[in-house]
């Protein structure tokens, strides 16, 4: 995992929209995002899934799993129609949480208090928790291609709230911005 602000720059997102100049983001200041990460070793295909990953199901109340492939191959013709559609700057009223089986990818979550975008770089082994409320997006890399596992609490679902007046108003929308600006007061956090 790797965290840096995303430099804004025209072109494919599926690039790193690294600068040189711009600094790491440490992981404490993920945290203060709201965001857990986690890097849990992908087992071998056909064996149980590791006890790092189940522990964090069963402590935050996972019932539901599934896979999900984002590439060409594995989506055919509407591949392009999807990755424009994760893309799309959105929040969700449910935790999203991803673990890369295969492949990388980056989601792009807004700093709190301004419009800059924190771009994390996820690949195999990484877990990452985003919580209800919070404005992101997602692509693969330059290699069009992600593996991951998803966790629910309820049945599995995908419901995408874009940015709008509505979802600013969104009572998970207002809770996760009390709470973010709360702790990036405790923290100092200066980006």
């Not at 100049?21 to 070793?41: F, R």
């Not at 792009?108 to 992101?136: N, Q, S, T």
């Not at 973010?180 to 200066?190: D, F, S």
């Amino acid at each position: 995992m790797k965290a840096y602000y995303y430099d804004d720059a025209p072109g494919d997102p599926r690039l790193p929209h690294h600068s040189p100049s711009t600094p790491a983001i440490p992981p404490s200041h993920l945290s203060t995002l709201g965001l857990l990460h986690q890097h849990i070793p992908v087992p071998p295909p056909s064996t149980p899934s590791p006890p790092a990953l189940d522990a964090l199901a069963t402590a935050r109340g996972y019932q539901h799993r599934d896979t999900i492939t984002v590439s060409p191959a594995a989506m055919g013709a509407v591949y392009t129609q999807k990755i424009a559609a994760f893309f799309a700057e959105h929040m969700h009223e449910d935790e999203e949480i991803r673990y890369i089986l295969d492949g990388a990818g980056y989601f792009d979550v807004r700093e709190v208090g301004d419009e800059r975008w924190v771009r994390v770089r996820l690949e195999k082994g990484d877990l990452l928790v985003l919580p209800a409320g919070i404005y992101h997006r997602f692509t693969t890399d330059e290699g069009d291609y992600v593996c991951a596992m998803r966790l629910f609490r309820e049945a599995p679902r995908w419901t995408p709230l874009e940015r709008g007046v509505e979802t600013e108003r969104n009572a998970w929308r207002r809770g996760y911005v009390e709470g973010r600006e709360r702790a990036v007061r405790e923290e100092g956090w200066v980006g």
